[in-house]
């Protein structure tokens, strides 16, 4: 016959015996512990399913935000920006251009990141004329963000070279941080200001005036 040890006086008793014949110990039955245990569980998820109902709205918004946060980060850091080849048929200033794509259709284009003088300021007039050599070329335009006015800015490619950063670097415009300020070009920008500063080139020859003002 089966036997087990009594926790109180030592003694060997049968392992169903309810009690110690020694020591009148009564045993814990396992078969109740069990039985506690699952009534415990039960209540513990009929509360929280009474708490699910009563506050559903809030937690399947929660539940939801929180499963498709990491979804929306991946979509908005793996989006391609709308890129494409396109004709320069205008120069309208010296961060202003207008091109026409593949299939015809004229886009108004501002040069993301950067600011020129306008044509009546100190330098307005060779910046347009050195965007104004783009005229009748094919360049890579990368659509980026739309600025205040609605207007499309773009970082816009000449023979593997940057446009928007050669126009800074060359002294024809400056880094305009209020539209650039995350995207890896944007220290670029800034750092070819200060060099074009530093040399005094182009609107930094002299005292530039805000192209904004």
């Known amino acids: 016959m089966a036997q087990k040890k009594c926790p109180k006086c030592g003694g060997k008793v049968p392992r169903e015996a309810p009690r110690?014949?020694?020591?009148g110990e009564v045993f814990k039955s396992h078969g109740c512990a069990i039985l506690m245990a699952i009534v415990i569980g039960l209540i513990a998820i009929l509360f929280a399913l009474l708490l699910f109902h009563k506050y559903k709205t809030r937690v399947a918004a929660g539940l939801f935000g929180f499963l498709s946060a990491p979804a929306v980060a991946w979509a908005q850091e793996e989006a391609p920006?709308?890129?494409y080849p396109a004709g320069v048929v205008e120069v309208s200033d010296g961060n202003t251009l207008v091109v026409r794509n593949s299939d015809f259709e004229e886009r108004k284009l501002r040069l993301y990141g950067i600011d020129a003088p306008e044509g009546k300021q100190p330098g307005g007039r060779e910046a347009k004329t050195a965007l104004g050599a783009l005229?009748?070329?094919t360049v890579e335009v990368t659509e980026m963000d739309v600025?205040?006015?609605?207007?499309t800015m773009a970082l816009i490619g000449y023979e593997g070279r940057s446009v928007n950063l050669d126009l800074v670097a060359a002294g024809h415009a400056r880094h305009y941080p209020q539209y650039c300020e995350e995207h890896p070009i944007c220290g670029e920008l800034e750092a070819a200001e200060g060099e074009a500063r530093e040399e005094r080139r182009g609107i930094w020859a002299g005292e530039p005036d805000e192209p904004w003002e």
Request: hydrophobic share 5%.
């Open 20 to 23: 110690c014949p020694l020591c």
């Open 81 to 83: 920006q709308k890129r």
């Open 135 to 137: 005229h009748g070329k």
């Open 147 to 151: 600025d205040h006015n609605g207007q």
